[in-house]
């Protein structure tokens, strides 16, 4: 055998292994969206059940927030000891195996307890994931990282309607050990593939440097306008352009849609443009997609439906901007990409949680729509950052 062939032998058992870690990943993403998807339709019986108040609710919400939180912040040094591979089996298999818990608990404090414990796995799993997929991507040579967001977002949609479908035919706790059995069935069968960490072993506490705070802070605004828009777009429709409640729901229905079906296109056009191409694009789109919303409220009749269509326009700009600020921290050559997919998602993640709230504030300062100007601004705002946040390379 020739040296040339040895090269080409060795190139294909590579190639092999980061399809087969491509699938794995792919799994990964599909579980941790549908356990978050079956987790949502479980929350009103859960508040019926234990008979809590709005306010006590939210206050156990919030401690799945925090758990989620602190654990990112957390799980830089823990990816960077033992590497995304092993992290995101032991933490898939807890968020998933979490998820009956809730339906199961006797009373708000140890349902507080579980819900910080399955934010926790759940968001240590958040950044695991992705760091692995942007090992695999690296390894592949060709974008991926679109497609498995995508799969994230197919994955809620698949257990929202899992959720619907069998909430009326089991007790609560049945339905979610059901999913979950089944999700870690699937799991278990392709864990065993993920490509190992190269420079794993070096944990300790990595501060992010210039570079990965811009990424993250673009991350924390794209995922600000994605929480704004999914707690405040039936109220907008309602409210503000008179849509019946029927069909204000809708909004944030089509701006999944959207997102999903731009995500699983993303990595062809991010392939073909390059990364800041398409963040400059998808920061364009969805500023003109919120101007469309925001015009909702000046044309009169059509207002609901031309919102909709520019709720959709948003939904398919932002979906590929988390996706290229992931993949280009993942990137990083610091070193720690591990460290720097941590301290995007954490800032991310923050975005989430303030961008909801923020925009409350705003509307009962001034209105809804000027809070919908602020999130178009902040997508303008994304779109010039573009050139300097991403490289033009392709992964």
């Not at 942007?134 to 309607?161: C, K, N, T, Y």
């Amino acid at each position: 055998m020739t040296g040339a062939e040895d090269i080409r032998g060795v190139s294909g058992r590579m190639a092999e292994q980061a399809s087969a870690a491509r699938w794995a990943t792919v799994a990964a993403f599909f579980l941790n969206g549908t356990v978050f998807g079956v987790w949502a339709t479980q929350i009103p019986l859960l508040k019926n059940r234990l008979d809590l108040s709005p306010a006590v609710l939210g206050a156990a919400l919030l401690c799945l927030a925090v758990g989620a939180l602190t654990a990112m912040i957390a799980s830089g040094p823990l990816l960077g000891r033992l590497g995304s591979a092993p992290v995101t089996r032991v933490t898939a298999l807890l968020f998933a195996g979490l998820l009956p818990l809730p339906s199961l608990v006797p009373d708000v404090t140890t349902l507080c307890i579980v819900l910080a414990l399955f934010g926790a796995s759940g968001g240590t799993m958040d950044v695991a994931m992705n760091a692995q997929g942007a090992l695999v991507e690296r390894r592949m040579g060709r974008p991926i990282m679109s497609s498995l967001h995508g799969m994230w977002s197919l994955g809620g949609l698949a257990g929202a309607g899992l959720g619907g479908l069998l909430l009326p035919l089991m007790p609560p706790a049945a339905q979610a050990g059901l999913v979950s059995a089944g999700l870690l069935a699937l799991f278990l069968a392709l864990q065993g593939r993920f490509l190992p960490d190269r420079n794993a072993g070096g944990g300790g506490l990595v501060l992010p440097d210039r570079k990965t705070l811009l990424l993250g802070l673009l991350a924390a605004m794209a995922f600000m306008g994605e929480g704004a828009i999914l707690d405040w777009s039936a109220i907008h429709l309602r409210d503000d352009l008179g849509a019946p409640a029927s069909i204000a729901g809708m909004g944030f229905g089509v701006f999944c849609a959207a997102m999903a079906a731009g995500r699983f296109s993303g990595d062809r056009l991010r392939h073909r443009f390059g990364g800041a191409t398409l963040m400059r694009a998808g920061g364009l789109l969805a500023t003109a997609g919120l101007g469309c919303v925001l015009a909702g409220g000046i044309v009169g009749g059509g207002a609901p439906v031309l919102a909709m269509v520019g709720f959709g326009l948003t939904g398919i700009g932002l979906s590929n901007i988390v996706p290229v600020l992931f993949s280009t921290a993942g990137s990083v050559d610091s070193g720690h990409p591990d460290h720097a997919v941590a301290a995007v998602s954490t800032m991310g993640y923050a975005g989430v949680l303030a961008g909801p709230p923020l925009v409350g504030f705003i509307a009962e300062a001034t209105s809804l729509a000027t809070a919908f100007a602020m999130i178009a601004l902040l997508a303008l705002g994304m779109a010039a950052a573009a050139a300097r946040a991403v490289p033009r390379r392709v992964v």
